[in-house]
């Protein structure tokens, strides 16, 4: 197909094309990729748990008891004991009555957005969401606006104009791309005045944000009543695979009845499962890699501010560099290669036409050193 030729060109001369790097290591911060060691800030291991030895113990005891392949859909007889206790992990985790696993976050967000809302029904989605809450949007066939990023007074003007229809809010609760937490006290407020769902996808909040690493909820202690629709994935700062709803009994019940992207796939390996109840456990507990995290983003800023870079309004380990131009952020991506330092360059349509960046993301595992490191190496850069 002619068309197809000519875009990948179009692509490349808008310096907009994407290629896959191989990697040849283990997930950490010291990596092996296209045969050279690098030292990375691109992961979203934000607790450098993908690769503890506890959690891939776990995964090879699961794999022993259990196979790998979970054979079947949850609803068939792929649920297996070690899912139901994950379950009910979560759901004491976030305090919530019930959770319910989902093979990805991308399949989560399309199933619960589809399942809920149909023809007829409105969709308020911030402007920066991730693109998997879009298409679940998209997905659902209900009228689909968008409001103005983080701004709660700008939803509940659109909320006000729709009082007699089903309304659900949708939001990042870390936007995944800029680092920002979601104004999410208001916008519970905004909701509820509207008679409006809420619904949260914590992707990046979960293990990072909150005392015991319970996200934004935990962060502004924001019960059921305020967000009853809550998305988590287990693939970023859990370090394994696989994502969760978690809400009331009605909720969970209603979705296993009529998501499709829950009942139409395979359950994730019961290992997996395995492994990720060890990497709660581990999340939970050991406080001391979120404050780590919080000391290596502060010396960050503060040595970033003094190159003059441009941050951006983040207190997360997603410390994005506004680039703005395309071609300019991946020669600078390309220069930190050079010294040995990997971060991606996030271009459009993941983020806005003129908004390109360096997302920098910063693990526990990351040290001092490393970031002294790459500070020398933005300074070359520039
Ligand atoms: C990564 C991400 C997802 C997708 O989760 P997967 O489990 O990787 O499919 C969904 N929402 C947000 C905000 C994300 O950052």
Redesign the pocket.
């Known amino acids: 197909m002619p068309k197809l030729q000519a875009e990948l060109v179009r692509l490349k001369q808008a310096h907009l094309y994407r290629s896959r790097r191989i990697s040849d290591s283990a997930t950490g911060v010291c990596v092996h990729i296209d045969g050279q060691k690098r030292l990375s800030f691109c992961s979203?291991d934000y607790l450098g748990l993908a690769n503890h030895p506890v959690v891939v113990k776990a995964m090879q005891a699961g794999a022993a008891r259990w196979g790998v392949g979970s054979g079947a859909s949850h609803l068939v007889n792929g649920h297996t004991s070690a899912h139901h206790a994950l379950e009910e992990e979560l759901a004491a985790f976030t305090g919530r009555p019930r959770a319910l696993l989902f093979s990805?976050?991308?399949?989560a967000?399309m199933g619960v957005i589809a399942a809920l809302c149909g023809r007829g029904d409105y969709v308020f989605e911030d402007r920066l969401n991730?693109a998997?809450?879009l298409d679940g949007g998209l997905l659902s066939q209900a009228r689909m606006q968008r409001f103005a990023h983080a701004d709660a007074s700008a939803l509940a003007e659109k909320l006000t104009k729709q009082d007699n229809s089903e309304k659900l809010v949708v939001t990042?609760g870390v936007f995944?791309m800029d680092g920002d937490i979601a104004p999410l006290p208001a916008l519970a407020a905004t909701s509820k005045q509207h008679n409006a769902w809420l619904m949260v996808?914590d992707?990046?909040g979960f293990g990072v944000l909150g005392k015991n690493g319970g996200g934004c909820v935990e962060q502004f202690a924001l019960g059921i009543d305020d967000v009853p629709i809550l998305?988590g994935?287990?693939?970023?700062a859990f370090g394994t695979?696989?994502?969760f709803v978690a809400g009331s009994e009605e909720l969970i019940e209603y979705l296993i009845q009529k998501a499709r992207p829950y009942i139409y796939t395979t359950a994730l390996p019961a290992a997996v499962a395995e492994a990720s109840r060890a990497s709660l456990t581990l999340l939970q507990t050991e406080h001391w890699r979120r404050e780590k995290l919080q000391a290596l983003i502060k010396q960050f800023r503060r040595g970033a501010a003094e190159l003059g870079l441009e941050l951006m309004a983040s207190e997360t380990p997603i410390q994005p560099l506004l680039i703005g131009d395309n071609h300019k952020a991946m020669s600078m991506r390309q220069k930190l290669q050079q010294q040995g330092i990997l971060i991606s360059a996030i271009r459009p349509p993941t983020v806005p036409d003129g908004t390109a960046r360096l997302r920098v993301t910063f693990s526990a595992e990351h040290t001092e050193d490393n970031v002294n490191h790459l500070l020398a190496a933005l300074e070359q850069s520039l």
């Open positions: 979203n990805t976050g991308y399949m967000n991730h998997s809450l990042d995944s996808d992707a990046h998305i994935t287990l693939g970023k695979f696989g994502a």
